[in-house]
T-cell receptor, first 114, second 110 residues
Framework: KQEVTQIPAALSVPEGENLVLNCSFT??????LQWFRQDPGKGLTSLLL?????REQTSGRLNASLDKSSGRSTLYIAASQPGDSATYLC?????????????FGTGTRLAVRP | DAMVIQNPRYQVTQFGKPVTLSCSQT?????MYWYQQKSSQAPKLLFH???????NEADTPDNFQSRRPNTSFCFLDIRSPGLGDAAMYLC?????????FGPGTRLLVL
């Protein structure tokens, strides 16, 4: 059974700092990995999706990397801003999944201090 | 221009009183999902539809049912809500490799 772990559970940084969020998964037989953002009391917004054949994806100040063989992904946020404060979730889709099933981590709660 | 719409955003029900949450989409996606997310926990898949083909997760309680009358709409029925069913319920649609989530319905059980 796939398990996804995110470390740290919470993180507080001053504005402008670069930061890295970590995600690990136990079964490396994944089809892709996705990073989401969740604001308090809201739904999920997809940030980046990395296919299993890719090493990284970039969108603006966000860069996600994937090391499938070691079961790890990182989300790098450059020049953090207070508006980046949210919970960040990673989710993996297994190779043998049907119906595009995602397994989520519990998230990292990020606070960026002005 | 909302793509996945969930109503209501907040729902209060009484212990044991049936409740229905609704989801609609304007994306015309074949797949629709219902997730349960409790406080500080990962979203947990309850079931999903591929077109009208219903797929229930093995550990989804019988208390939870779903209906999909057409491509655009999907409903989550909780037949006898317990205190442990208080959570955020997320609806999502799927196309290709990406899922698109609605804003969620927060359910409170009194």
């Amino acid at each position: 059974k796939q398990e996804v772990t995110q470390i740290p559970a919470a993180l507080s940084v001053p504005e402008g700092e670069n930061l890295v969020l970590n995600c690990s998964f136990t079964d490396s037989a994944i089809y892709n990995l996705q990073w989401f953002r969740q604001d308090p009391g809201k739904g999920l917004t997809s940030l980046l999706l990395i296919q299993s054949s890719q090493r990284e994806q970039t969108s603006g100040r966000l860069n996600a990397s994937l090391d499938k063989s070691s079961g790890r992904s990182t989300l790098y946020i450059a020049a953090s801003q207070p508006g980046d404060s949210a919970t960040y979730l990673c989710a993996v889709r297994g190779e043998k999944s049907s119906g595009d099933k995602l397994t989520f981590g519990t998230g990292t709660r990020l606070a960026v201090r002005p | 221009d909302a793509m996945v719409i969930q109503n209501p955003r907040y729902q209060v029900t009484q212990f044991g009183k049936p409740v229905t949450l609704s989801c609609s989409q304007t994306l015309n996606h074949n797949v629709m999902y219902w997730y349960q997310q409790k406080s500080s926990q990962a979203p947990k898949l309850l079931f999903h539809y591929y077109d009208k083909d219903f797929n229930n997760e093995a550990d989804t309680p019988d208390n939870f049912q779903s209906r999909r009358p057409n491509t655009s709409f999907c409903f989550l029925d909780i037949r006898s809500p317990g205190l442990g069913d208080a959570a955020m319920y997320l609806c999502a649609t799927g196309q290709g490799y990406t899922q698109y989530f609605g804003p969620g319905t927060r359910l409170l059980v009194l």
